[in-house]
């Protein structure tokens, strides 16, 4: 059933959290997922190098960025069952570790094939890491602001993403391709004994954890009155994670359309990472205020993101408009959507019990990279189609009308199991 959560000193068992203090706790978390952040995206900045030092066509890195989604994907899988059989401690260490290792080896790769296998064996440990940090932060300062805590870390992604994509040029300038994989695989081994400290030696227990078993997490994401909004939660993941991914991988090349030089295209990256970080720091913010005040309303939050991103592509694609206005559209699409992918996240975990808590995290963003694979090769066909840019770029608003539907669905489902089970507060959010 939906559980109660735990008291706060029971639902993480962090006693050495305590010891620590919970703002640096917190911190600790934050720079976890800064740095997963910032490993995830470098592939994307030293791709282009390497074509040029290696003398090879980019699009022979194909399966580079393949092996990317593919290790994350398994991460995101493997993490909660992990770690509700040995222990979050040990599973969110060794995460770390793996990443921060095969990062660092990475430095040493000489061709497509290395690269690829070092990156699968670091984004394993990345997609690992990451429910397992949100879990940890979501138990360090007690249920009622654990929604706030995990908006809160998740913002390090985008942080990460920023941080990588303006030291990446300089640092490659200075030191070489090299000194990407070299601070990113040297700088979470400075963040491993902190972690250690604050996640819990064994998983966190409550009172009726018999009626979730840590036999099978994953199936436990579907008994007892959970399936329905474990199903709607996975497809809104899927929508939000295409549509990003879509205009991420595309909106570059879109701009040309624009009146951008082809060289100058690429602030239409900027404009996006930019928004989404904003957009983040502005809904953590919200949800923050929304919980001192007693009524936490983030489903609410997210339906006005998502609108707002309908409003831009509709203005991008009928209208015509300067680049400057531009650039502000691509930042509020960004923000609405990047806020999506942290409140799928927030969802997860309102909904999910402390001991199942890993697993959904962890479930819903490898969902969501299945999304991220159908949007990309989505918008590829409509362009080898021919289809005009504008037209393309408008069809990104169905993915987010349905989001909102979805929603509005999640919405039902959790007041349904409120009537159900009074002691769940799932449609508070």
Same mark, same amino acid.
């Given at each position: ?43 994307? $900045? ?6 040029? /030092? ?40 060794? !995460? ?13 790769? !000489? ?46 992604? !985008? ?21 990407? $994989? ?39 994401? $579907? ?167 504008? /037209? ?28 159900? $089970? ?8």
């Amino acid at each position: 059933m939906i559980a109660k959560d735990p008291k706060p000193s029971m639902e993480g068992g962090l006693a050495k959290t305590r010891r620590m203090g919970p703002v640096l706790a917190l911190l600790v978390c934050f720079l976890v997922i800064v740095l997963d952040g910032f490993n995830t995206t470098s592939i994307s $900045f030293v791709v282009p190098r390497l074509a040029h /030092e290696w003398h090879l066509a980019p699009a022979l890195f194909t399966t580079v960025f393949v092996a990317t989604n593919i290790g994350a994907a398994i991460g995101f899988m493997i993490s909660g069952p992990l770690a509700q059989r040995f222990g979050h401690r040990c599973i969110g260490v060794a !995460s770390v570790v793996l990443f921060a290792g095969s990062t660092l080896v990475t430095a040493y790769a !000489s061709n497509i094939a290395s690269l690829s296998v070092m990156r699968l064996a670091a984004t394993v440990g990345l997609g690992a890491a990451l429910p397992i940090a949100i879990t940890a932060a979501a138990g360090i300062i007690g249920a009622k602001h654990k929604v706030a805590a995990s908006l809160l870390v998740t913002t390090g992604m !985008s942080v990460g993403a920023v941080a990588g994509g303006m030291t990446g040029g300089p640092l490659m300038s200075h030191f070489g391709w090299q000194s990407i $994989f070299v601070t990113g695989g040297v700088l979470p081994f400075l963040l491993v004994v902190a972690f250690f400290r604050i996640l819990p030696a064994r998983s966190p227990v409550v009172a009726n954890a018999a009626a979730v078993r840590a036999s099978n997490p994953l199936k436990a994401l $579907f008994e007892n009155g959970l399936g329905a909004y474990t199903c709607l939660l996975w497809l809104f993941s899927f929508l939000i994670f295409m549509d990003v991914y879509a205009l991420l991988f595309w909106v570059p090349t879109l701009l040309v359309d624009f009146g951008f030089s082809a060289d100058h295209a690429s602030v239409g990256m900027a404009a996006f990472s930019i928004g989404g970080l904003s957009g983040n720091v502005l809904m953590t913010l919200a949800v923050t205020m929304m919980t001192l005040a007693g009524r936490l309303r983030v489903k609410s939050a997210l339906v006005v993101g998502l609108l707002l991103v309908i409003i831009s592509v509709g203005s991008l694609s009928q209208v015509a408009v300067t680049p400057a206005i531009v650039l502000l559209c691509i930042g509020v699409i960004g923000a609405g959507l990047v806020n999506g992918i942290m409140g799928q996240t927030a969802l997860a975990v309102a909904f999910y019990p402390p001991e199942i808590r890993a697993t959904g995290v962890g479930w819903g963003h490898a969902i969501g990279r299945v999304g991220s694979f159908v949007g990309p090769a989505i918008g590829g066909g409509l362009l080898s189609l021919g289809w005009p840019v504008r /037209e393309i770029l408008l069809t990104s608003v169905a993915p987010a009308g349905a989001a909102i539907l979805v929603l509005g669905a999640l919405s039902l489902v959790g007041r349904r199991a409120v009537q159900k $089970f009074p002691d769940s507060a799932v449609a508070e959010n």
